[in-house]
């Protein structure tokens, strides 16, 4: 069984920053990939960005340029830098992981942290 755990959420004004951070913690082998979804609510959750073993990345083209994903393999912790926030970046945001317990590959997910950005 893995746990992860989310934080760094909060409010903000358009412009400004926010970090976020997820650690895995449990039965780990190897962690395959990490990312982050968001949901604003009402709608369906998104993929926001993804990182996987290495530094292979992907973003979703609303944020490119202005959110960064990065890891912390010693610490199974995955990092999103947001800057330039925008209203539409209001959403619960939540962490995954891709992760091998031995012989056992299992998706997990944060309980989610909400982020909410005022114009």
């Known amino acids: 069984q893995v746990q992860l755990v989310e934080s760094g959420g909060g409010s903000v004004q358009a412009g400004g920053s926010l970090r976020l951070s997820c650690t895995a913690s449990g039965v780990i082998t190897l962690i395959n990939s990490m990312a982050w979804y968001r949901q604003p609510l009402g709608k369906q959750r998104e993929l926001v960005a993804r990182i996987t073993t290495g530094v292979n990345t992907n973003y979703e083209d609303s944020v490119k340029g202005r959110f960064t994903i990065s890891t912390d393999s010693a610490k199974n912790m995955v990092y999103l830098q947001m800057n330039s926030l925008k209203p539409e970046d209001t959403a619960v945001y939540y962490c995954?992981?891709?992760?091998?317990?031995?012989?056992?590959?299992?998706?997990?997910w944060g309980q989610g942290t909400q982020v909410i950005v005022s114009s």
């Open positions: 995954n992981a891709d992760v091998s317990s031995w012989n056992v590959r299992h998706v997990y």
